[in-house]
Structures are given as C-alpha cells and as structure tokens.
C-alpha cells in the first residue's frame, strides 16, 4: 500500500485527487486507522465497532471535510461507505473524508466475516473490494501517525495530570499508563456516539519489554466512538527509551509500538540510543544533531536447492540529521535493535513501498563528499546515497565479491570538514570474533505456532549485547516481518515468544535469486558506551558495530 497520509483522530496529510468520476479502491487498500497492518499480515482484519481507513483515489472532496460533531453520520463530503457480510449491510460513520483517505467506523451489529466495500461519492460507486470483518483485532495509535515507534500513551500522574508518554517526559515502573487504540472488540450500543464504558468481555494481554503487564481496565473512552483505552501498570524492572509494547487480544498480537520508561526523572537515557544530558541538550535548544554509523558484518551460510554456500558480507552506512525538539519524541529510533534486555519488536509491512519509513523526517546534514573506514584489513570509501552514506566495504557474491574487510581489531570511522554541516569527527570500536551460535545447522526450519529459542557463547557481555533477528518475507502476498530481540549475553540463550513469531507471515518458496525469504541471525553488538561520535554539529552521535552469525531458514 502506497505511504499514503496516516491520520489518527484528529489530524491528516492533506493531499490533492487526480480527477476521475469513480472511487477507486486499491487491493490492500481497507485498513486499522492505528495500526495500519497490511492486508495478508496476521491481525490484518477490520473489527467490528472499530475506526479503519480507506486509501484509495476520487473517495472524497480535494479539501478534508471531518465530522463537525457527535453523533457521526453516514455521509460526510459527499462520501459514504457500505459494508457487506453475509447478506447483512450496515453503512459506516464517517469521521473525515477527502481525495486520497476516508476514516470511519465499523458498525458493531455488522456480523463478522468475509464481505465487500462500497465507497459511494458524489452518486458514483465504487467497485466492492473484499474485506474480512472480525470480532477483535487491536490497533495501537502511534506519534507519527504510520503505525509503529511510539505510542500515544498517557502517564497517569493524578486526575488532573496525564502527560503523554516520551523520551522527554517518561514513565517509571509501578506507574499507570493509559494506552489508546482501536479494535478491542463490538459493543451493544449506537457507534456513532459516545460508547458505553466498561470492560469488554475479550481476554487482554499487555506485554512490556517482554513482560506481562497488570491490565486495570480494557474498553471504551467515555468521550469518542471506537477509540479504546486500556489501562495498565508498567512492570517492574522495565526500563528504556523505547521499550516495545504489544498488545494481545483473544490471542491475536497488535502492531508492537514503543514506551519511554526511566527509574526516575522525565528524561530517558540507555545502552544503546542517548546517553545523559544528551536529550535534555536537545530540548534547551530546540534542536540538535544526531548520528548514527553502522558497520554490519555477516558470517554463516545460505541453503539454496543447489547446497549451502557461505555467507561473508560486510556494510558500513552512516546518516546525520538534524531534528527539532518537537520531532526527536515522535521520531522512530534509526537502531533495530533498542529494546531492553529481554525484550522484542516485531516491524511488519508491506515488501513494496514506503510503508514502514518514518514520516517524521529531520533535516540531512553533510558529512563530507565520503566518509573513510580504516581497519585491520585497509582503508575503504562509504559514499553518499542520497541522504545518508552506505557501501559494501568487503564480501559479497559471485565475480563481484570484495575481500573480506572486517576481521579483528579496531575500526575507525573519519568524516566531515571544518565547512561541513557537522564538522569534523572520527570515532573507533575494537570488533571481537564473530559470536559463536550453538546448533546453527538445526534450524533449517522455524514456525511461527511455536517458540524459537536459541543459544550463544563468545559475546562479551561488558561491551556488548546479543541481537536475535527473524525475518520473513513473503512475495507471494508481497507483505514482510522483521523481529529483534535485545538480550543480556551471560544468559547463554533466549527464547523468542510465540506472540511475536506469530506475527509473520510465512516465507515465500526461494530458489537462491534475489533476497533470501526467511533469514536468522545472532549478532554481538556494541553498546553506545563505545564509538561516541563526537562533532561541533552533533548533540549525539553513535559509531557501532552488529557482528552477526547468520543462515537462511524457511518459516513456516
């Protein structure tokens, strides 16, 4: 599905129709309004007494037109939707509509199961695209307003003091939080007004960090149609700039969103993304600076119908951004892997399109014309692509492989000029031996019904931490699942929980052209303790490493 705006409540990108006297409605194109999960993902359907959103072409007027007041109506701009299942029609509330997007509600004594959608605008109908409807799939609304990173969350501090949850304003362990979402499940009632509160008979689960929250309260608000609010208290022990949040419904997994969360204090610091002072910098002077520097290296083997071949693959990629204050709380962290010890996150969407980048983007900055990496092995060129830097600096496949670059030893990373945007830096870490990865060969197939629990020596547990990555892509349905989990090294093994692996889709057949479908991986990688990137144009800046024990896999 194209990035089209992603609106919550409130607020939309407002964006212009091309002129066409049909409605058109793309495959793919009927969706949560939180959580925005791709048609063909697990959790993909439309609950019933739930928000979703139409994207599409010619749905609504040029100019966004909201409902002005409760209660909703049918038709708002011109525009009204029908939903059919089993015989039985209901049309939708509407909550806005223009050209490119249409928001609104889903009756609650809709049945459920597979039906069509009509949008119907200006007397002009739609062609009926099929839709699954559901009792319960929950939806998590998000900063950025795209479905991921993270969530609108209010920290309940008294009756009159909730603040919204960020890595400027954080929560801490014991506190209520008060998480905001759509599809917990139908109510008895009228839709299309203020809902009846109380708890919903659906069994919910909230898991912070990889640990089972106390749930206080599961239903509606008691000010808005189909948007729920479920109460719970973070758990003991959790704490992290962007600690992953899931919510499970009747066994179904939301979209994984995040959590600022501190011991004390309102401003967040951790291992992996800003250390102290460094937010606190950032909003003094109403923006600031941020690097991030990745070398990745990849070791193992990939299994084709024609044998095993190896793996030896090594990346650099370097991007510098300026943000203001306002978008560093909103903005998705550029590190995969920034859960807390013992914590996952599950990123899915779509394989082609931009759905899953970031619409809060900051301002590049320029480093340079490249940037220079010296190691054991030499010195090698990481060119701009776009706004950011990136190349293959060693391995590959094939006649066009490069020798190997990172072994052990130290890595540094030049960049910049006195008349660069950031000025000058250079920054190093010392890269160990690859982690060694117990039983590699057995995983020749995964499942998604099942837990996956892996084991590893050789990661130092004083500078690094264990990242545990599934990926898997399906081209077949053209949708794609990416999970990290962040581990403490000393415990030897972990054990990735079903509700996240349940969350993929399972990999398409591959015959060894293109990208594999179904990748594992376990990596050692470098704490921000180390690889500070320190430059006149930078609030924070991180050089780190991922040394990764790869194979491919099929998941299933």
């Keep these: 599905m194209p990035n089209f705006c992603r609106a919550a409540l409130l607020a939309c990108l407002l964006f212009a129709a091309t002129a066409s006297a049909v409605p058109t409605i ?34 609504g007027p040029a100019e966004f037109t909201g409902a002005p007041s409760l209660p ?11 939903v059919t299942v089993n015989g039985v029609t209901r049309s939708a509330f509407m909550l806005f509509s223009v050209a490119g997007q249409l928001a609104a509600v889903l009756p609650s004594d809709l049945p459920a199961g597979t039906g069509t959608l009509t949008v119907t605008y200006d007397g002009m109908a739609s062609a009926p695209v099929v839709i699954e409807v559901v009792d319960s799939t929950f939806g998590i609304f998000t900063r ?15 009756q ?56 206080q309260y599961a239903g509606r608000s008691s000010q808005f149609p189909a948007i729920d609010q479920i109460n719970f208290v973070i758990p003991p022990g959790v704490v992290g700039c962007y600690v992953p949040v899931v919510v499970v419904v009747n066994g179904v997994a939301s979209n ?7 011991q004390s204090g309102a401003y967040c610091s951790d291992f992996q993304t800003f250390l102290p002072g460094e937010l606190e910098t950032i909003v003094q002077n109403g923006q600031g600076g941020v690097g991030f520097a990745k070398l990745d290296r990849f070791r193992g083997t990939i299994e084709t119908s024609q044998g095993s071949m190896p793996v030896l693959v090594d990346n650099a990629e370097g991007e510098f951004i300026s943000f203001t204050a306002q978008q560093i709380v909103s903005m998705t962290p550029r590190r995969d892997a920034v859960a807390p010890l013992g914590g996952c996150i599950s990123n899915r969407g779509p394989t082609e399109g931009d759905g899953r980048v970031d619409p809060i983007q900051g301002l590049p900055l320029s480093a340079g014309s490249e940037l220079e990496l010296v190691g054991p092995e030499g010195t090698a060129a990481v060119p701009p692509n776009g706004t950011y830097y990136e190349a293959g600096v060693g391995g590959g496949f094939g006649g066009d492989a490069l020798p190997e670059f990172y072994t052990p030893g130290t890595l540094t990373l030049r960049g910049g000029s006195p008349a660069d945007d950031i000025g000058m830096f250079e920054a190093s870490v010392d890269l160990p031996a690859s982690p060694q990865w117990i039983d590699q060969a057995s995983f020749d197939t995964v499942r998604r019904d099942q837990d996956l629990t892996i084991q590893w020596s050789g990661v130092d547990p004083d500078t690094e931490y264990v990242v545990i990555s599934v990926q898997s892509v399906n081209n077949e349905i053209g949708v794609a699942g990416f999970i990290v989990c962040s581990v403490d090294p000393a415990a030897g093994s972990f054990t990735v929980p079903q509700r996240a692996m349940g969350t993929l889709p399972p990999s398409s057949p591959w015959d060894g052209e293109g990208d594999p479908t179904g990748v594992l991986s376990v990596s050692g990688d470098s704490r921000s303790s180390s690889g500070k990137i320190e430059a006149t144009g ?14 491919t896999t099929v998941i299933e």
């Design 26 to 59: 793309p495959a793919g194109g009927v969706v949560n309004s939180a959580s925005f999960v791709a048609v063909g993902l697990p959790g993909d359907g439309i609950a019933r007494g739930s928000m979703f959103a139409v994207f599409g072409i010619d749905l």
């Design 72 to 82: 909703l109506g049918t038709t708002l701009g011109g525009t009204s939707i029908s």
């Design 144 to 158: 950025n307003q795209a479905g991921f990173g993270p969530a609108i969350l209010q920290n309940f501090v008294s």
């Design 160 to 215: 009159v003091s909730q603040p919204v949850n960020a890595i400027t304003d954080a929560a801490h362990p014991g506190q209520v939080v008060i998480l905001w979402g759509t599809g917990l499940g139908p109510i008895v009632g009228d839709d299309s007004n203020i809902p009846p509160v109380g708890n919903l008979p659906v069994t919910v689960e909230v898991w912070v960090g990889g640990k089972a929250a106390v749930v």
């Design 256 to 262: 994984y969103v995040s959590i600022a969360i501190t």
């Design 538 to 551: 930078l609030t924070t800046g991180r050089l780190y490493y991922s040394n990764r024990a790869v194979r």
